[in-house]
């Protein structure tokens, strides 16, 4: 499954932006979906999951509540809606789909086998 991120850019604390993921293989809508990011000199982290029919989430404390995690298989794409974005949302965001295709939420990096090339996401204060 290949993956295309998009959608990053800068903007202003308090603001909003859509990241979307587009999968090349219309199998992308029997995995669950994730986003990651990572900023600077920092681990990979977890930022929300959804399974593979789009009815249950599950988000990062640091985002809930301020993120939404939805799809749209019909389109084979995931979004993630960011919201009251802060500095501290800085970061290249990746979508991943994982190397099991069981539908089961997961939040570890090394449980994932495809990645999207990664969209640049600048908060500025």
């Known amino acids: 499954v290949q993956l295309q991120a998009s959608g990053g850019g800068l903007v202003q604390s308090g603001g909003s932006l859509r990241l979307s993921c587009t999968a090349s293989?219309?199998?992308?809508?029997?995995?669950?979906a994730t986003w990651f990011r990572q900023a600077p000199g920092k681990e990979r982290e977890f930022v929300a999951t959804i399974d593979r029919g789009g009815s249950s989430t599950y988000y990062a404390d640091s985002v809930k509540g301020r993120f939404t995690i939805s799809r749209d298989n019909a389109k084979n794409t995931v979004y993630l809606q960011m919201n009251s974005l802060k500095p501290e949302d800085t970061a290249v965001y990746y979508c991943?789909?994982?190397?099991?295709?069981?539908?089961?939420?997961?939040?570890?990096?090394?449980?994932?086998?495809?990645w999207g090339q990664g969209t640049q996401v600048t908060v500025s204060s």
């Open positions: 293989s219309r199998t992308f809508i029997t995995y669950a």
């Open positions: 991943a789909a994982p190397r099991v295709r069981d539908g089961a939420l997961r939040t570890k990096a090394d449980e994932y086998e495809f």
